[in-house]
C-alpha cells in the first residue's frame, strides 16, 4: 500500500488572518448553454411547484439615519483632493476609511452611497475576527459540511458566518464620518491623466482633481487596463431568501458544497449536462422555515447559462423535499475568476473586484479585500503623506507594487493553476478534487480558501494533495475484484508517474511565474 506524504507540521497559529467572497459584470461573457431538451412537466410546475413563479418581497434599501452626517462635496467647496476613491461597495468605504485615517484628503464617489449592497455574503468566522468585524455577522454555524455525494459526508470543523450588509455597510461609513471622508453622489465617466494629478469628470459635470484616483466600482469597470487577454472562468448562482414549509438540514451546519446528483435521476438532459459541467447547492439555515438557498456553478469557461443553473435549482430543491411558501429576497451572482492581472503599473489604481484579488478558485473576495484595504492605505500613506509627496508615475508604481508584491502575485497564480485544474474536471472528478482536500491539515485548508498560505506552503499542499490521490486511487484499485492483481503495481507507478508530473508541472509554473514577475517589476522601475 501507498504511503501518504505527510506534510509537515503546521507553523503555530497565527491571530490576525483576514481575507475572501461575491459581485456582477457589465456585459454577459460567452454562456455555455445545456443541448436541447424537452420539457418535463415537472421541471416547470411539480409536486411542491415553482418557486420562480414567486416575487422577491424585498430589495435592497438605503442604509437610513446618515444622510445628514456625511460630509457631502457641495459646489463651493475645494475640487482638489488627494485621493479620490470610485465607488463606495466594501472595498471603496474600507479604503478611503483607511487612507484617510492617515490625514490624507479623500472624497468618495458613487450615485448612491447609501444604497445597501445586493449580494449575500458568506465569510469564515476567523476572517472577520482578525479585521475586528465578527459583530458585522449576523448569524454564525459552528461546522460546514461538504456532501461528497450521496454516500459520503465531510464535517468542517471551522464556523461559518453570513455578514448583515446592514451592520458592515454602517461600520464602514461611521469610519468615514468619523475619518472625514468627503462624498460625491455622481457617477464617473472619465478619467483623465497629466504628469502629476488625475481628475474624474462625472455625470453631473463635475471635475475632481487628486493625486491618486482608485477606482473600486467593481468588474464592469472600464478604467482598468489590461495587456494580455482577460481569459476569466466564471462563477455564476442563483440564489434565494425563502420562508419554507420544512427542510432537511441540520441548524447547527451550513452546507459549503452539495454535490449530490440524485435530484436529477428523473432529468436525464439535466443530469448529463451536469455530469460534464456539474453545479452544487450552498445553504444556510436560519431556523426550521427559514433557509438561504443558492445553486452555483463553481467555475466554468464560458459561463454556464442562468436558466440551466435556475432548473437544476428546481429540481433539486423539488427532490429535496422542500416547498418555498415566499421569496423574501433573490439574487444572481455572477464573477469572473482568475485571468491575468491588470498591466502593473498604471495610472490609476484598483481595489475589489477589478484589481485581480479575487480568489481565482472559489470566488471569494469580501474578507480579503477588506483585510487588504489598509495594506494598500499604507502605502498610499507613505508616498503621498510624507513631507516629499511622492506623486506621478513613482507612485503608481509604489501602490500597484505594494498591493501586488513578487510573492503575492506567485500565489495568485498558483491558485489561478487550481482554477485551471477545476475547469478541466467533471462532476466526478470534482468530487475526488474535493474528498481529498477537505482530508488535509485544516491548516493548509484553512489557508488556500483564505488566501492566506505562502508559497512554500502551497508547494506542499500541492505535493499533498498529489500523493493522496497516488494512495486513493491504488486502495480503490486494491478492493476492485475485477482489477487483476498481477496489474496492481504497474498502475500504482503510472499513478505515481502522473502525479509526480503534475506536481512538478504546477512547481516549475511557479517558478517560472515568478521569475517573470520580477522582470516585469525590473522593466517597470
Known amino acids: 500500500m501507498a504511503a501518504v506524504l505527510r506534510l509537515p507540521p503546521p507553523p503555530p497559529a497565527r491571530t ?51 444622510d445628514c452626517d456625511l460630509a457631502w462635496w457641495a459646489s463651493g467647496d475645494p475640487r482638489r483632493f488627494d485621493v479620490v476613491v470610485v465607488g463606495a461597495g466594501p472595498a471603496g468605504l474600507r479604503l478611503a476609511e483607511q487612507v484617510s485615517r492617515h490625514g490624507i484628503r479623500v472624497c468618495c464617489v458613487d450615485p448612491s452611497p447609501l444604497a445597501m449592497w445586493p449580494n449575500n455574503y458568506g ?43 446592514e451592520k458592515l455597510k ?21 478619467v483623465e491623466h497629466e504628469e502629476f494629478e488625475s481628475s474624474v469628470v462625472c455625470d453631473d459635470g463635475i471635475e475632481l482633481k487628486a493625486s491618486l484616483i482608485v477606482d473600486a466600482s467593481g468588474f464592469g469597470s472600464t478604467f482598468i487596463e489590461y495587456d494580455k487577454p482577460r481569459n476569466h472562468g466564471y462563477q455564476i448562482a442563483h440564489g434565494i431568501l425563502a420562508e419554507v414549509d420544512e427542510h432537511p438540514f441540520d441548524l447547527d451546519k451550513m452546507v459549503l458544497m452539495d454535490w449530490r446528483d440524485s435530484h436529477l435521476g428523473n432529468e436525464p438532459y439535466l443530469r448529463a449536462h451536469n455530469s460534464r459541467f456539474p453545479t452544487f447547492l450552498y445553504a444556510m439555515p436560519f431556523d426550521s422555515s427559514l433557509i438561504f438557498l443558492e445553486e452555483t456553478s463553481l467555475v466554468s469557461r ?12 428546481v ?8 416547498r418555498v411558501r415566499r421569496v423574501l429576497e433573490d439574487e444572481k451572482c455572477l464573477i469572473p475568476m482568475g485571468g491575468p492581472l491588470p498591466r502593473i503599473p498604471q495610472s490609476v489604481m484598483a481595489i475589489g473586484g477589478t484589481s485581480g484579488i479575487v480568489h481565482p478558485s472559489t470566488g471569494y473576495m469580501v474578507a480579503r479585500t477588506l483585510a487588504l484595504a489598509p495594506v494598500l492605505a499604507e502605502t498610499i500613506a507613505e508616498c503621498l503623506g510624507s ?39 467533471d462532476l466526478n472528478g470534482t468530487r475526488r478534487f474535493f474528498d481529498a482536500f477537505f482530508d488535509l491539515n485544516p ?34 484499485r486494491k478492493e476492485d475484484p475485477s482489477f ?35 522582470f516585469e517589476m525590473v522593466e517597470s522601475l
Open 16 to 66: 490576525n488572518y483576514f481575507p475572501p467572497s461575491p459581485a456582477p459584470l457589465v456585459s454577459p461573457p460567452k454562456t455555455l448553454h445545456a443541448p436541447p431538451r424537452r420539457l418535463n412537466r415537472a421541471t416547470r410546475v411539480g409536486k411542491f411547484g415553482n418557486f420562480l413563479e414567486l416575487k422577491p418581497e424585498s430589495t435592497p434599501q438605503l442604509l437610513e439615519g446618515f
Open 123 to 165: 465569510v469564515w468566522v476567523d476572517e472577520f475576527e482578525g479585521l475586528g468585524l465578527v459583530d458585522c455577522l449576523d448569524k454564525t454555524w459552528p461546522m460546514a459540511c461538504v456532501f461528497v455525494n450521496d454516500g459520503k459526508t465531510k464535517y468542517l470543523d471551522r464556523p461559518y458566518g453570513r455578514v448583515s450588509r
Open 170 to 190: 454602517r461600520r464602514l461609513i461611521e469610519g468615514c464620518v468619523s475619518t472625514g471622508v468627503r462624498f460625491h453622489k455622481a457617477k464617473v465617466w472619465k
Open 302 to 313: 464560458p459561463v454556464l447559462a442562468y436558466s440551466e443553473v435556475k432548473k437544476r435549482m
Open 315 to 322: 429540481a433539486r430543491l423539488r427532490h429535496l423535499g422542500i
Open 387 to 425: 513631507t516629499r509627496m511622492i506623486r506621478g508615475r513613482p507612485l503608481h508604481h509604489r501602490v500597484w507594487n505594494g498591493l501586488w508584491p513578487v510573492d503575492r502575485r506567485c500565489a495568485r497564480e498558483f491558485y489561478h493553476f487550481g482554477m485551471e485544474t477545476l475547469l478541466k474536471l
Open 443 to 476: 491548516y493548509y485548508w484553512h489557508g488556500f480558501l483564505s488566501s492566506r498560505l505562502s508559497f512554500g506552503e502551497l508547494a506542499m499542499l500541492s505535493l499533498s494533495l498529489g500523493s493522496k490521490k497516488i494512495y486513493d486511487s491504488s486502495c480503490s
Open 484 to 518: 487483476r492483481h498481477a496489474n496492481y503495481p504497474k498502475q500504482v507507478a503510472l499513478d505515481t508517474l502522473e502525479a509526480s508530473v503534475l506536481v512538478t508541472a504546477v512547481l516549475t509554473l511557479a517558478v517560472v511565474d515568478k521569475l517573470v514577475v520580477v
